[in-house]
């Protein structure tokens, strides 16, 4: 069994910076890509950034130059510095990653989500 943990959530202004933290745990034998997804009230999932086990990294349009996406393959680990945050990146952050554990194939985990708010 994998287990995916999100950490790091939480109320920050306007402006300000959080860092979110999603570690994974359990029978791993490599992690490909490690990908953050949010959903706001009333809207769908949508990607954020997605970091794969080379450590090339992908983001939406709308974290370019703000949201940056790094990984601890040491400690299976994957972060999410958010700097310049705006009331619409509100949400509940999730965490997904693609596992492989052979003589299995690689599956997908979802994390249980954190909660970031953006008010002031």
């Known amino acids: 069994q994998v287990q995916l943990v999100e950490s790091g959530g939480g109320l920050v202004q306007p402006g300000g910076s959080l860092r979110l933290s999603c570690a994974a745990s359990g029978d791993i034998f490599k992690i490909y890509s490690m990908t953050w997804y949010r959903q706001a009230p009333g809207n769908q999932r949508e990607f954020v950034a997605v970091?794969?086990?080379?450590?090339?990294?992908n983001y939406a349009d709308f974290v370019k130059g703000r949201f940056t996406i790094s990984r601890d393959n040491a400690k299976n680990t994957v972060y999410l510095q958010m700097d310049s945050v705006k009331p619409e990146d509100t949400g509940v952050y999730y965490c997904?990653?693609?596992?492989?554990?052979?003589?299995?194939?690689?599956?997908?985990?979802w994390g249980q989500g954190t909660q970031v708010t953006v008010s002031s």
């Open positions: 997904h990653s693609v596992i492989g554990n052979p003589p299995w194939a690689p599956r997908h985990y």
């Open positions: 970091i794969d086990s080379s450590g090339s990294s």
